[in-house]
């Protein structure tokens, strides 16, 4: 190891000659350099020791580093925190991120160095060798003696740290006049990823192993984890939500994404813009998850926060991850068996897979994911896609044959319209009623059957949807009659100042009528105007024992049409009855008799309070195919 040697002079000052054997070798020549003050050659004698008992790299013997080239802003720590303060486009907490890494991982190797060219510069040696060193985690040349071992860090890890080690000596490159004349990253080789490392990064959740999970969570935390799993929503987002952003897209109920956790310079917790610009997103949720956020919101302010922690702040993520994460995990390894640990954005992660598994196009799923581009979605996703081998099929069976039916993911996307020149198909149904609707009416309406023609026809846009017509004047009934409709949802967003409200409104309304030679898209062509029903809709929740939970909700009516079949019934009232893993049942009700209706809703509570819901008696089947309990 290098030591330093005191030396009187006559005048009774000291100098100080650090003494050192090149290499460390006991027989190897012996090396010294002499300076006039002790702080000085302490300095010396780490990097001589950081550089493996060698001289550091761009050390003159005699002169140091050459004075013109260490200039004091273009040294390396000056210059980088310079470099980070001028970055435009990330947030406040990016860029403390970046001024902490400079510090820890970049200056104790480069701190002494310039970023300019020449003695005292940093060259491409010197960065394999911090590469090398982070790899195996050596400790850094400047590094205090008493200072912790350093960790071994993972190739993406290091490939991050070298992207930002990059952009600062690029700026030094790109400086006008040039302080140098290449980047020294450049070449650099770095340590290579394999493919298990990359797999242990996600963790896929089944739907039971969710459920799981869920059990043994705490009761404070399973409506935030619900949140996150049906949303796939990030932590900061969904921590962030509020009673403001609870709306309504095309009818249903969503939440809208404009604001999440970030933590400024100094590291304290704000309030700030997502994470991209596509970040800002509205997600459309089911009526269960609606119930739960409106009843938290319920006396709140507009801008409270609908999920807190404990002591009613916002929810700290190691505190849940400590206190109510890793417990249920725990608890699902101990009585189910779980062997996988996953983490709190995994559940984002199992929610998109389960989107896949549903064949949920990925146009889709980056626009709920919020991902600004859709190569994300695809190199993050990607390998799960083999789910999807059927559909694909299908569809080139489809492209190859006209004959071929239509493939339903392609009608339901709207992306049939691609088909466009390929030789025309027959007409294809618009599909069946959303299934498991048993009848709670007295009455039986016959099917309609819409008329299909193969020439011309007239195609309106509503909210997203093709609807074609044979005759131009129904397209422009129909167009006048849905604009009507949802005149009150589109006056609302106005007045709401809705972010991106010229694009919302324009998805909310209809548009058209556009003049096609041919219809090649999937469902019924229109010989008149679709049937129109103003549906009422209930729904209500109760727990194992049938004891509600809540009162049910309001009766709401809405103008449905007839090709909306997740939503359309011209029965005067039907319900369905669904089981969730945490032992809850929901019963939904719609009809278009508001007073059967309410009727309905009050009969099932009935059954689900008696637990025979599922109990088989007399059904008189109507022509429409749902199943009917007798009239009372």
Partial sequence: MASIRERAKRDGTSSFIVLFRAGGARNAKQESEIFEDLKAAESFRDLVNGYGQQWPPGWVRGQGFVAEKRRPATMFEPFALTFIDRLTGIQGDTRGKYKKEVRENLAPWFGPYSVEDGEGGIIRDMVQDWVNDLEHGRPAPLDPPDRKPRTKYKPKTIRDKHGLLFSIMQAAVDAEPPLRASNPCA????????????????????????????EGLMEDAKELADAIAETGCRWGEATALQPRDLRRRNGRPAVRIQRAW?????????????????????????????????????????????????EGGKWDPGTFRRLRWLPAIEYAAEKYGLIKRPRIHDLRHSHAAWLIAAKVPLPAIQGRLGHESITTTVDTYGHLLDALDDEVMAAVEWAMNPMAPLPGFLAAAGLHTGAEGLPAVPQQSSGTPQAGWTDASDVSDEPRSPGVETGPVFVVTAAGRKVPFVDEQHAQDFVSQWNDDHAEEIESLRAEGFAASVEKIALLGAIGPERRSKWV??????????????????????????EP????????????????????????????????????????????????????????????????????????????????????
């Fill in 187 to 214: 070449k650099t080789s770095l340590p290579r990823a394999d493919g298990a490392e990359e797999e242990e990064d996600i963790v896929f959740l089944e739907r039971e192993e969710y459920a799981w999970i869920y």
């Fill in 262 to 310: 970030k933590r400024d310079e100094d590291g304290k917790p704000v309030l700030g813009p997502p994470k991209t610009k596509k970040s800002r997103r509205t997600i459309v949720i089911t009526q269960r998850l609606d119930r739960v956020l409106r009843r938290r919101a319920k006396g709140l302010a507009k801008d409270a926060l609908l999920f807190t922690g404990p």
């Fill in 549 to 632: 939970v809540s009162e049910p909700t309001p009766v709401e009516g809405r103008w449905t049409w007839e090709f909306e079949h997740d939503e359309f019934t011209s029965k005067a009232a039907e319900y369905r009855v669904e089981r969730r893993p945490n032992g809850y049942t929901e019963v939904y009700v719609r009809g278009i008799n508001r007073s059967a209706v309410t009727r309905a809703i009050k009969l099932a509570w009935a059954q689900v309070a008696d637990g025979d819901e599922n109990r088989e008696r007399p059904l008189a089947v109507s022509s429409a195919g749902f199943a009917a309990p007798p009239s009372e």
């Fill in 521 to 546: 898209g999937g469902g019924p062509v229109w010989t008149g105007t679709p049937g129109r029903e103003l549906v009422y809709s209930t729904w209500a929740t109760y727990d194992a024992a049938g």
